[in-house]
T-cell receptor, first 115, second 116 residues
Framework: ETGVTQSPTHLIKTRGQQVTLRCSSQ?????VSWYQQALGQGPQFIFQ???????GRGNFPPRFSGLQFPNYSSELNVNALELDDSALYLC??????????????FGSGTRLTVV | AQSVSQHNHHVILSEAASLELGCNYS??????LFWYVQYPGQHLQLLLK??????LVKGIKGFEAEFIKSKFSFNLRKPSVQWSDTAEYFC??????????????FGKGTHLIIQP
């Protein structure tokens, strides 16, 4: 079975710009969640998508938005980039609501640097 | 709001030493508990998880963890570490009632270095 793949692996953007990160879920997984991992910190939950709808969100402002497509892949969009948005962005896929005990499969992440 | 606290940010051990990494969580309900490992340059990998039943769970690579509900703890253990266990270890929790929609709450991680 294929794992979670993310693209690009590295990205440099200028403050104020917009960025789109992409994620393909593991085969058989229909739910995708996104996390931000700042240097030296644990990942922080941004939001989760199930059936192409956002069904859970962490403490992130509206300029963080996402999409999920019929093939369960997902995008994370960040508008009006700030220096503090520099981080590793992780995508995780899972079996869906009510099955969180089965765990999450993580991708290798996208390293975003905002200058 | 749920939170996870990992007691040690950096741990240095010699090969063959025993390991215990502490994890405490705060959550007002039933939880699923996880330990993830991140080897240098690699993605997060699931070591083990607890969601019900026997509070002593065994994972990959000889790791185990014990859920103590009264202490809100889920400590990770390994009787004899190897140099290849050098990595970042994360404890994580999510609430059962939310169906997982509230995502995983992670601790800040423990950087484990095993000296040959």
């Amino acid at each position: 079975e294929t794992g979670v793949t993310q693209s690009p692996t590295h990205l440099i953007k200028t403050r104020g710009q917009q960025v789109t990160l992409r994620c393909s879920s593991q085969s058989g997984h229909n739910t995708v969640s996104w996390y931000q991992q700042a240097l030296g910190q644990g990942p922080q939950f941004i939001f989760q998508y199930y059936r192409e709808e956002e069904n859970g969100r962490g403490n992130f402002p509206p300029r963080f938005s996402g999409l999920q497509f019929p093939n369960y892949s997902s995008e994370l969009n960040v508008n009006a980039l700030e220096l503090d948005d520099s981080a590793l962005y992780l995508c995780a896929s899972s079996l869906g609501p009510g099955k969180a005990n089965y765990g999450y499969t993580f991708g290798s992440g996208t390293r975003l640097t905002v200058v | 709001a749920q939170s996870v606290s990992q007691h040690n940010h950096h741990v240095i051990l010699s090969e063959a030493a025993s390991l215990e990494l502490g994890c405490n969580y705060s959550y007002g309900g039933t939880v699923n508990l996880f330990w993830y490992v991140q080897y240098p340059g690699q993605h997060l990998q699931l070591l083990l998880k607890y969601f019900s039943g026997d509070p002593l769970v065994k994972g990959i690579k000889g790791f185990e963890a014990e859920f103590i509900k009264s202490k809100f703890s889920f400590n990770l253990r390994k009787p004899s570490v190897q140099w290849s266990d050098t990595a970042e270890y994360f404890c994580a929790v999510n609430g059962v009632s939310g169906g997982g929609a509230d995502g995983l709450t992670f601790g800040k991680g423990t950087h484990l270095i095993i000296q040959p």
